[in-house]
């Protein structure tokens, strides 16, 4: 009976602890959600074909951004920048489309979306809803291509997917010390046990 009792009692205490943590998880990326902006582009399929016009759109898209999105120092004025640039976003997407010999439509907004974990470098988002810029390709069933506009992580050694120190300090800067920790914890046991 003994036994049994202890068990109960760990049972308990476990399940209360899993609660506990993941209500401070969600809190944590509600936080993180206002605080950042993030960029996807949905391919029209999974086919070869359309990743690789995913990522000439993308690839375009970023250098188009890279010469006309402003230093900011908010997260509102880069979400401001992309919604009165959808139009050039779009038409830019889809010259690279036709110039590819394909006519899939093309739309661009600026929305909340749900996103899985994802990891850039050495850093996590946890999954939760964001707003991002998000560029849809034909049908959209394809597997996305992502990164963060604010603070600026899209245009930093995306071939390597490594986030430089500078776009570390960048991050850290508009995060609270305990949400920048989260996103730098390298592994799901890391997070889980930095709430402890």
Partial sequence: MKKICVLAGVLISLLVTGIVVNAKQSQ??????????????????????DQALKMQVKEAVIAYMQEEIPESDSVETTKEWARSHLDAIVNLAKAVIREEGYDYPVMAEVTTCDFPDKTYGDITFPSGRYEALRIEIGEANGQNWWCVLYPNLCFIDA??????????????????????????ATSRFKIGWFFF
Wanted: hydrophobic share 40%.
């Fill in 159 to 184: 071939v390597h997917a490594v986030v430089p120190e500078e776009g570390k300090k960048d991050l850290k800067k508009v995060l609270q010390e305990d949400t920048y920790e989260m996103v730098t």
């Fill in 28 to 49: 944590m990326q509600e936080d993180l959600a206002k605080e950042v902006f993030r960029f996807h582009v949905l391919a029209n399929s999974d086919s070869d074909e």
